[in-house]
């Protein structure tokens, strides 16, 4: 397996995990969605929309938007956007913006070269407006690499609302549920 292949199969994998969160807090109430905890983002639905928003504002930059705002960010753009909705009217609503949004890494992924993982990929950084440079590689990885801590602080506050049936993050389930299904 190739650089390339690697990085492709990491990101399969987020985005699995990704639709395993977003199946697991359909069972929530609202209250539950919204519950404050001393962990990471404060509650599940701004652990979900923060773990959108970094997928989002990363492959921006890595499309060339090193500048770019994330639904909801703009005040006015969404009426109504209270409790920290992030933009988003609602779970379903979140949900399938990031299925858009899964399906533009999935392309972007599939014209990724070896070449250009080296090539430097540029963000502002919205506290201090300073433009960034990150070899391509490094943003990446880190998309899957911070994807994988903001998921497993989401799945402490699932456990802590009452969640029985955690969302499965482990990849090695993902190569055992593939494996299962390839015929033999």
Sequence with gaps: ???????????????WVNENLIAAAT???DEQLHRSFPIGQGSIWKSLVHLYAAEFVWLE???GNDNAL???DLPGQVPGNQLGKGGFS??????????TLADRWTSYLATLTEQALDEPVYR?????GQRLATRRSDVLLHVCTHAQYTTAQAVNVLRHVGVEKLPDTMLISLARLE???APA
């Design 90 to 99: 609602s779970l379903p609503d979140l949900g399938q913006e990031w299925t």
């Design 70 to 72: 994330v639904r909801g």
């Design 27 to 29: 069972s929530l109430t």
């Design 124 to 128: 502002i950084v919205s506290s201090t």
């Design 1 to 15: 397996m190739n650089s390339i292949a690697i990085i492709q199969r990491l990101h399969q994998h987020r985005r």
């Design 61 to 63: 930059a890595l499309l």
């Design 179 to 181: 494996a299962a299904k």
